[in-house]
């Protein structure tokens, strides 16, 4: 289930964005600040609705302060609490709708200031997000100063999507290598990695989580003495492996890899994407990133006979008032821009 269009109102610095046309494989890019990030969160959020840990969730991969509900301001545009986010998707089945409101406290507590003042504050005591699914309706909650989350029992989100970042992409990879070995499905990834280390031929795991390889000498070394290379494109392989048949949001994708690795990781990440028939949400502000999916995507098309609706690139732009665009390119406009030399980032 792929979305196909997603909607984006009042939520963090974008005020109002439309995302059209979207594809399997999807490049955000923009200038700093133009709300690449905030696209992704808004995916995510909109794939888990009636799960109200995501807004803490989306608040720890910023590494963003969360010790009170106050602090939930952010997720609204402007910092204005009367500005409610609404993220909207639609895919072929389905148009799904997630509207975040502040939930105050029906008791105040005055300072010796505000006791003489004809204005009285209003503070915030949880987040009300309320989703539509169709025709139907669900409500959760969460209250962070009282420790208390409200779920809908009787929604089960269909839609499985995962959210990765340079801060994250090793966290959970000993579970996730775990799973794909169970499967034997762990051949391809190292294929993949062999292009980066050709002496490699097994990775293991060890107690605690370790993870080792294998290159041919004596005993195991330890994954982490291979190169961050290595390690971030494991990261992201074992984690399409995880999501298949669901949603993968990948932010600053390029980020701490070398810029010869980086057809080495679009060959491997538009094949596992294939294969594991994911869709894929991948912000980057590198055009050396942009160029080398360009390239290995007309090579692999023509191995694959892919069509054009495989991937999309969106150029995110904020104008001088503030207002958001997504300019498109599909695959025949970002090849022939990537050719002769256009800005597409």
Same mark, same amino acid.
């Given at each position: ?154 929604? $089960? ?5 995962? +959210? %990765?970042?340079?801060?994250? !992409?090793? =966290?959970?990879?000993?579970? @996730?290598?775990? &799973? ?122 023509? $191995? ?5 609706? +495989? %991937?999309?690139?969106?150029? !995110?732009? =904020?104008?001088?008032?503030? @207002?958001?665009? &997504? ?19």
């Amino acid at each position: 289930m792929f979305f196909k269009q997603i909607d984006i109102q009042n939520f963090r610095g974008i005020e109002s964005l439309i995302i059209d046309n979207i594809k399997q494989v999807n490049l955000i890019t923009g200038r700093n600040n133009c709300g690449k990030t905030s696209v992704l969160e808004a995916v995510f959020l909109l794939t888990g609705m009636s799960n109200p840990q995501l807004p803490v969730i989306i608040h720890t991969f910023r590494q963003l302060p969360l010790t009170d509900d106050e602090d939930f301001n952010c997720l609204f545009n402007d910092f204005d609490l009367s500005m409610n986010p609404k993220i909207k998707g639609k895919t072929d089945s389905q148009e799904r709708t997630l509207e975040i409101k502040a939930i105050y406290s029906s008791f105040i507590e005055l300072s010796e200031k505000q006791i003489f003042s004809t204005v009285s504050p209003r503070r915030i005591e949880g987040l009300n997000l309320t989703f539509n699914l169709d025709k139907e309706t669900f409500h959760a909650e969460i209250k962070l100063k009282q420790s208390k989350v409200k779920i809908p029992l009787d929604y $089960k989100e269909k839609i499985s999507a995962s +959210f %990765i970042n340079p801060g994250t !992409i090793m =966290k959970d990879i000993d579970r @996730r290598l775990d &799973a794909i070995l169970v499967r034997k499905d762990l051949g391809t990834i190292i294929n993949s990695l062999k292009e980066i280390e050709p002496d490699l031929l097994d990775i293991r795991m060890g107690a605690g989580g370790m993870i080792y390889a294998d290159i041919g000498i004596d005993h195991l070394i330890p994954i982490n003495l291979m190169g961050d290379g290595i390690r971030r494109i494991l990261g992201m392989l074992a984690a399409i492996s995880e999501i298949k048949n669901g949603i993968l949001l990948i932010d600053e994708v390029e980020n701490g890899l070398h810029y010869s690795t980086l057809s080495i990781l679009w060959k491997a990440i538009l094949k596992a994407a294939s294969d594991n028939n994911i869709q894929l949400f991948v912000t980057t502000h590198s055009y050396e990133c942009v160029q080398a999916v360009a390239e290995i995507y007309q090579e692999q098309s023509e $191995k694959a006979c892919r069509g054009k609706d +495989f %991937i999309s690139l969106f150029r !995110i732009e =904020k104008n001088s008032k503030g @207002r958001h665009r &997504a300019f498109q390119y599909n695959a025949e406009t970002l090849i022939a821009g990537v050719e002769k030399e256009f800005e597409v980032r």
